[in-house]
Structure formats: C-alpha cells, structure tokens
C-alpha cells in the first residue's frame, strides 16, 4: 500500500508502518560488505540529520548541495534536508569544475556535501571562487582532507552536530509547516548543447507523479530494488523515492562499473536503467551464441522464435497463447532462458523500467523474447520524470513508449512536437524567467523538444526537433535513431552520425576494442597499437559489411555511407559527453574535425 505523504515526514511515517523491516543495502565506500538498515534505524538517521543542517545555520527553502556517487549517506541528506525544507541541488559525481562552479555560485550554495576524494578535490579547489560556498562535508571517512582546510568536516562529524536531536522540537514544526509548493530540489540539466539550466521540482511535483506512477508501476513491498543510475538523474530519483513510498528495499549501487558483479550477488527483482544497459546484455549474450556450436546455436535460436511467438504475439497484445505454445515456452524458459536470467542475477525479475534514449526494437524484442518484462518509458527532468509507460498485464507495442500516466495531457503540436500540461511539469527554470516563459505555449503546455504521435493509446517518439540533420540535398536526417541501429552490434562501443549540411551521412565509430582485439587475433591480423588496428583493411573491410547489414532497413539517404574507427573513447573530461553520455555533437565536430573532413573528401 503507497503511502503518498509529504517527502518531509514520509521515513518517519513508513517506520511506524516497517519498523524493523530492512529498507536500504548498501556497501559503505572501497568495501565489498553488504550492511543493511531498518526503517527505523532510517528514520532516526533522517532526523539527526536534519536537527544537524538547523546546527549548522540551514535555513528555510536555502539551497544545498550534493556532489556525489550514490550513497546510503546521499539520502540520509536529502530526507534530512526534506525535514527542515530545505532545497537539495544533486550534481552528478562526474561533474568538472567548471560545471560545479557555475551550479554552486547559481544556486548560492553555502553547505555541499561530497562523496569521495575526486569530488572533494574538485570542491576544494573552487572554494575560493564561489563565495557563497562556507562548509564541505564529506561522505567518505577515507578522504584525505587537506592539512590547510578548516572549512570541511566528514559526515560522520557532521551527525555528531545532530546527536541527542537538539533541535527536534524546530523540526517537528517544520514538518507542520510543510508545503506541497515548496521546492525539493533543483536539477541542473547540462544539455547537449552545454548549456545547464535549473529545473525546479516541487513536492507537489512528486506527489502528482507517485499518484500517477502508483496505478501504472506495481511496485511492491516485496521488491528488493537495484539503484543503478545515478540519483542525481530525475529518472533513478523519482524511481527510488516511488519505491520507498511503497515500502520496498533499496538496494544502492555506489560504482555503475560493478552493476553485473552487484546484481549477481543481490537478485534484485527490480532496477531503473537506460537503454545502453540492456543494449550490452543482448550484446553480451548474442557472442555466447554465435560462439556456440551449430546445434546449440539452432535451439537458441529456436527458443527465441517461441519466446518472441509467445510473449509478443500473443502476450503484448493481450491475447492467451495457444496450449501448444505455452508448453514450448515452458519447456524454453525453464532449460534455457531461467539460464540466461540467473547468469545476470534476474532469476528474481519482476520488471524493469527503461528510458532516457531510444530502444532499440530488436533489444527490445530480445528482453522480452527471454522472459524479462522491460518497461520502457518516456520522460523529461521537467516532467519529474515519467510521461508515459509501458502496463504489465496490458496491450503494449514495441517501438512505443508506452501509454500517458494518470493526470498528464499531451498535445502534438507544430512539426509534431511533443506537448505536456499537467501537475507533473516544473513550473519553470531556476532564475531564468525568459527562458522559463519560452517553454510553455500560449495554452500553459511545456514544450518538449521531441517529436511523435499518439497511436492506439500509446505514445511513439519519432525525433528530437534540434537534432535533426538536414544534409545538403535537402533529406532531413534524425542521428539518435541511426545510432541506436549500429550500437546493437557487438564491435561498436560509441557512435556519432555526421550528416548535418553534409551530402551524405558519415559517422564517427569507438569499436568495441575487446571484442575487436580477440577478433584482430583470429583472424591473423598483427598490429602495434590501436590507431594501426582502426586503420587495418581487413577490419574496415568487416566493419563495412556489418554496418551494411544493419542498415538494410533505412532509406537510402539515411545510410550511412562512410565511417572513421577512433581509438579512443568519447569522454566528459574532453567535453565530448554530458553527465548522462548523451554525445555534445558540436564539440565531437569541433575535436574531429580532420578526421570529419577527410570522410568528405573527393
């Protein structure tokens, strides 16, 4: 049973539910120790906190930052900054500093807590040009503090300022001042094209969204739920406060480089992802079969075409398989796919929402084809998150994004953009009036920037409006869904389509380089470095071919007609990637120009 109360008092509230029930598992940092809490052992933490922030001098609505990994301490600090009213502002652990610089002098930050020693460093060395900035704290006990700093304390210092509760009776008057239009938090979005905004979030934001989420998202008590992405992200943090709203455990994934270690060992039966995540699965397990022997390979792929007949033929429209296929796929599922699901740690699956780029509809169709219910769905941080989703139990298409949540209406507007009205949208952009006012329609509807249709109940995107190309022949080019093409494809680790003002549509690949390497070797290819190995003909040459076959589908003009093997990753620290990994084309067209250039070449 939800309970949908303000986010101020909502542990305290589910502790005199739980009690002793264990609500988060988490492994403290550098450690490979799973420890667990309570909801009351939550609760009284959440308190300390909070009497803690009213200590050291937090005041109503004031801004606080968050600069960190995810962390049992990270929602210690925002349920205990809940508590007092206090605005949490999350930056993601892989921020510059640049980056934390601008958020912490916009937002006026005085108090920012840190994870580990990069991010401390980072804050250490912008503390003196950001001059709101009073006091860091700092989650991770091993952090070497620099001798001269007599501005930052650890968090377990920080929660001695709150022992004993000495400031209980302000905080419980707090909690009775609550309101639904107080802000929460500030999200600061750094956009593909560089520029970072505040989106405000109010608690009336997230009451409407679990409201809506509660009757499409089942959720439960029973669930023990991975957080993978960041919380930082509005996706993973709407997710996971909706699952605490329903009493479920957490389970907190500090390093997203471990998921497959961690979910191996926990079994969640849950867990948020991006499309990228499940991209690598099928990946993963398609090797094991092209690897495997002619027979086995045969029945796998046997098994697939009955898992594929049986839960997208039949299932996802809602209709009863028929006796003979349903004990196919019994027989499939408990001898082969029930394999496949324990090797990732799923032999608990419940379901798993999927969002924040395009799918791909044969990982899609292959997610499903195994027994695994993804939940794809669609949203924006100024939207809190979920616009629509996939209903287990109910019709669903692959290729859509699933049906609007309860409470949110959507028009299609000019070039078929995607518009949202409801109590789920922001009210607006953090000290950005102009900008704010720019989004929204005359009709109060929050412009998108995402192009689609409504179909059958169901929404479909076609395009991002900004990131169309339209190359020198005048075909409009959309890259996001080329590139979600290539990146199925086992040799191909990033992608970047050119195509923009261009008279043919090119791209920038990273490969895959392990399995490039192993495939370098069989084939008897000798090389000194990686720069010979994406220079080598035999490699472009099978490189070509298998582009060739995944784009059979596109039309000619959106094929993509040459292609450069870099041998590095695209990464943050160049400007390449935002905090999320969404690619920052002018900046790969800026970095790479030479190489762009010579694709175009007579």
């Known amino acids: ?195 970072s905004k505040g989106v405000i979030l109010s608690y009336s934001q997230y009451y409407a969204a679990f409201e809506a989420n509660h009757r499409g998202v089942p959720v439960g008590e029973d669930d023990v739920v991975m957080n993978f992405l960041p919380y930082t992200h509005v996706f993973e943090r709407g997710w996971a406060i909706l699952c605490l709203t329903e009493g479920a455990r957490l389970v907190i994934n500090t390093y997203p480089k471990e998921i497959q270690e961690t979910m191996r060992e926990i079994h969640p039966t849950c867990m948020s992802s991006v499309p990228r995540f499940w991209e690598k699965v099928y990946v993963g397990v398609k090797a094991k079969i092209d690897s495997a022997s002619g027979a086995r390979r045969a029945l796998f792929k046997k098994a697939l075409d009955v898992g594929r007949r049986h839960n997208l033929e039949y299932l996802s429209h809602g209709r009863r398989p028929p006796l003979h296929l349903k004990m196919e796929y019994t027989f499939y599922n408990k001898v082969l796919f029930s394999l496949i699901r324990k090797q990732l740690g799923l032999e608990n699956a419940h379901f798993f929402p999927t969002a924040g780029a395009t799918v791909s509809p ?38 859509s994004v699933g049906r609007p949540i309860f409470s949110i209406q959507i028009k299609i507007g000019e070039n078929d953009e995607i518009l949202l009205k409801g109590p789920t949208i922001t009210r607006g952009y953090y000290k950005r009036e102009a900008l704010t006012k720019a989004s929204f329609d005359e009709e109060g509807y929050f412009k998108t920037g995402d192009a689609g249709y409504m179909r059958d109940g169901e ?59 192993n495939y370098a070797r069989e084939s008897g290819i000798s090389v000194a470095s990686r720069e010979e190995l994406c220079r080598h003909p035999k490699i472009i040459a099978m490189m070509q071919e298998r582009m060739d076959t995944l784009q059979q589908g596109l039309a000619s003009y959106e094929k993509i007609k040459k292609f450069v093997l870099l041998p590095e990753m695209f990464s943050m620290d160049k400007g390449e990637l935002t905090n999320t990994l969404k690619i920052r084309r002018n900046v790969l067209a800026k970095n790479y120009a030479a190489q762009i250039e010579e694709m175009y070449e007579e």
């Open 1 to 195: 049973m939800q309970n949908n109360c303000h986010l101020s008092v909502l542990i305290h509230e589910q502790a005199k539910r739980y009690g002793e029930k264990l609500v988060l598992t988490y492994r403290d940092f550098g450690s490979k120790e799973w420890k667990s809490i309570s909801w009351n052992q939550f609760s009284a933490i959440v308190k300390q906190v909070s009497n803690a922030l009213l200590n050291v001098g937090v005041r109503t609505q004031e801004n606080i930052g968050v600069f960190s990994q995810n962390a049992v301490q990270y929602l210690y600090t925002d349920f205990g900054a809940f508590g007092i009213r206090a605005v949490t502002v999350p930056f993601y652990a892989t921020s510059s500093e640049e980056q934390i610089r601008f958020m912490i002098s916009d937002a006026e930050i005085r108090l920012l807590f840190v994870g580990e020693q990069e991010q401390y460093d980072k804050a250490h060395r912008v503390f003196p040009q950001c001059p709101t900035l009073e006091r860091i704290v700092v989650f991770d006990k091993r952090v070497t503090i620099h001798d001269n700093d007599a501005n930052t304390i650890y968090f377990d210092d920080f929660l001695k300022l709150g022992e004993n509760l000495p400031r209980q009776t302000e905080v419980e008057k707090l909690y009775a001042e609550a309101s639904m239009d107080d802000i929460a938090n500030i999200l600061y979005t750094s956009g593909t094209t560089g520029d």
């Open 362 to 399: 044969d990982v899609e169709e292959f997610i499903h084809s195994i027994g695994i219910n993804m939940m794809v769905g669609y949203g924006l941080t100024e939207s809190l998150a979920t616009v629509s989703n996939d209903h287990l139990g109910e019709p669903y298409t692959i290729g």
């Open 459 to 517: 929404l479909f995107l076609k395009e991002r409006i900004k990131d169309l190309f339209k190359t020198s022949n005048g075909k409009y080019i959309a890259p996001q869904m080329i590139e979600s093409k290539m990146l199925v494809d086992k040799f191909v680790e990033q992608i970047a389509v050119v195509a923009d003002r261009r008279k043919f549509v090119s791209a920038l690949i990273v490969p895959n380089f392990e399995m490039l390497e």
